[in-house]
């Protein structure tokens, strides 16, 4: 880890702890659980683009949290959509080790344009499903809720299959929750998705640059 790096984890763990006393104080209008999930939130994300393994124990973490703020809020698509995260964290967390050739590690790939078809259809079917349902129970923001929820399933799935693209997934997520959380005034957790939105620019290249160095490694190999 850099000194830069290490500065970072510092500063973030000063910001959290000075967030969740605030919040116990009363001095800020989030409550405890939803600046714990701010904060796992934003480590969660960080180390996914580090690629460290770390990143699934404590999304399941952050996914605990967000299940009580978003039942809640009423964002009930939201509040199951994290329950699917932890399951997912678990797949995500054995993938990342034992996913790759030969039991390794998984490494970043593109996604395979029969899984594309197959993500992009299956989200579509699953908006338009779950926005009819959502509607009946009287749901705060049935389509939004709806598109958020499938976009982030087939975002976290590819994530657990390292695909690069999951990234680009993400960031449109990302841009529709920061609207939608702002609306519904969880004030620290549209600026999490913000944070998210700008981590998820960097996803995209840090995971270019290790797919090209691994491409790289398997040349020799192939020659």
């Known amino acids: 880890m850099s000194g830069l790096e290490r500065a970072g984890w510092i500063a973030g763990a000063a910001v959290s702890a000075a967030l969740l006393y605030a919040s116990w104080l009363r001095l800020i209008s989030s409550a405890p659980i939803e600046v714990l999930g701010f904060v796992a939130g934003g480590a969660c994300v960080w180390l996914a683009v580090r690629e460290n393994i770390w990143n699934w124990p404590i999304g399941i973490a952050n996914s605990v949290f967000y299940v009580v703020v978003f039942l809640q809020a009423r964002l009930f698509a939201d509040m199951s959509l994290q329950l699917a995260f932890a399951v997912l964290g678990f797949y995500g967390w054995y993938m990342w080790l034992f996913g790759g050739e030969a039991r390794t590690q998984e490494q970043v790939s593109r996604t395979p344009w029969p899984q594309w078809i197959a993500l992009c259809a ?30 982030s399933l087939v975002a976290q799935y590819m994530l657990t299959r390292k695909y690069l693209e999951n990234w680009f997934v993400w960031i449109a997520v990302d841009v529709i929750s920061v609207g939608l959380f702002a609306f519904k005034h969880l004030g620290h957790t549209a600026v999490l998705y913000a944070i998210y939105l700008a981590m998820c620019v960097a996803g995209v290249s840090q995971w270019r640059r290790s797919m090209t160095a691994h491409e790289a490694e398997l040349q020799p190999a192939h020659a």
Request: aromatic share 10%.
């Open 122 to 151: 299956a989200c579509a079917a699953a908006t338009w499903g779950a926005s009819v349902y959502l509607a009946t129970i009287r749901d705060a923001a049935p389509f939004l809720d709806a598109l958020i929820t499938s976009m």
